[in-house]
């Protein structure tokens, strides 16, 4: 791979921009064209702009293709990318439109030995790496459980999601597939593997396709729980609630951290009235922490110094049977092991 990892961009709506903008901050990176079937969607960035993958893919050649597509195209642009000999390849989640796919595509780049990475970015926000940190430097003894409170305040009414990113209204799994997904990786990065869930999920919004509210209880070893606590109708405090979309509590023998909604961590040792700060709230650029340049710096550094990936497509369909077995759980009114 060269020092410099020519890159080419699938899709300009509405999250892409963090993706651009973080591919122009990389040093290494030439981001040599961006494709949208909107080609006046593409024009705007002042990269080149073409209408279609398979156009930009020949007239560019590039290393690295990052999609930044829905889920049900996924399968079909890495089989194009792949025929066209593109050496890296990150794809934004959910990734494909199935269990089934995702496998397929994990098969093909297996086979084409070229790494495929999933845009699942939460775990790269600043708060959870600290979080990492602080776990790993035993700053609250033996972890008992974690909890996370969604409350992204976007969700009320006929006009929901309708300003941002409009199919939300369409997506008939919604709360788990496109949100809470984040968290079941977040989960893992933190706790480790995930044994069983239990879900309860309920739509409150009558305009909408799928849930949008809802309880999932996580078991993990050592008799480890963590709750996801969703409900995208209601807010928390900050200024941002794009921010950090809620608020988390992390348990342990010996201390408590909690999140709150400007990004900032404080651990309270067990038994005192006091907190220590982890983390000061800092006004990030980018989306939510900066945790999109993160990933993609994270992206650059393994292909171009052999460091290990995380979110490889291969580990993240364990990520798919969670989420699969979360809605088994829900239909089904039962514990489901994973």
């Given amino acids: 791979m060269e020092k ?8 300009a709506g509405y999250f892409s921009q963090f993706h651009f903008d973080a591919w122009e901050r990389i040093e290494e990176v030439e981001l040599v064209g961006i494709a949208d079937r909107n080609i006046d969607k593409a024009r705007p960035s002042g990269h080149p702009a073409f209408i279609n993958l398979e156009q930009m893919l020949e007239a560019t050649s590039p290393d690295l293709l990052d999609i930044i597509v829905p889920p049900h195209t996924h399968l079909d642009t890495i089989r194009v990318a792949l025929d066209h000999g593109v050496k890296a390849i990150i794809c934004q989640k959910p990734f494909c439109a199935s269990l089934a796919e995702a496998r397929t595509a ?4 297996a086979k084409a030995g070229v790494p495929l990475i999933v845009h699942e970015n939460f775990r790269f ?16 003894g033996d972890v008992h459980q974690l909890t996370f409170r969604l409350r992204t305040g976007d969700g009320q009414g006929p006009e929901a999601y309708l300003s941002r990113q409009p199919y939300f209204q369409k997506m008939e799994r919604f709360l788990v ?20 869930v239990y879900a309860d999920l309920r739509k409150m919004n009558p305009v909408i396709a799928g849930e949008d509210a809802g309880y999932i209880i996580f078991d993990f070893d050592h008799g480890v729980r963590a709750i996801f606590d969703g409900n ?7 200024e941002n609630t794009r921010t950090t979309l809620g608020e988390a509590i992390l348990e342990g023998t010996t201390g408590t951290i909690t999140l709150s909604g400007n990004g900032a961590l404080h651990l309270r040792p067990f ?3 006091a907190t220590r700060t982890l983390q000061e709230p800092i006004a990030w650029r980018g989306f939510a922490g900066d945790c999109v340049f993160a990933l993609q710096r994270h992206v650059v550094d393994g ?31 039962r514990k489901e092991g994973v």
Wanted: glycine share 6%; proline share 2%.
């Fill in 271 to 273: 038994g005192k009235n």
């Fill in 177 to 196: 597939h496109e949100t809470a997904v984040h968290w079941i990786d977040t989960f893992r990065f933190l706790l480790g593997d995930i044994r069983a």
């Fill in 106 to 109: 994990v098969s093909l780049a």
């Fill in 125 to 140: 926000q600043p708060w959870y790496r600290e979080m990492a940190r602080s776990l790993a430097a035993g700053d609250i």
């Fill in 232 to 238: 995208r109708h209601l807010d928390h405090a900050a």
């Fill in 303 to 333: 292909l171009l110094e052999g460091r290990p990936f995380e979110n490889t497509a291969a580990d993240y369909l364990r990520v798919i049977e969670i989420e699969e077995a979360i809605y088994r759980s829900a239909s089904e009114g």
């Fill in 4 to 11: 410099t990892l020519r890159v080419a961009c699938l899709g």
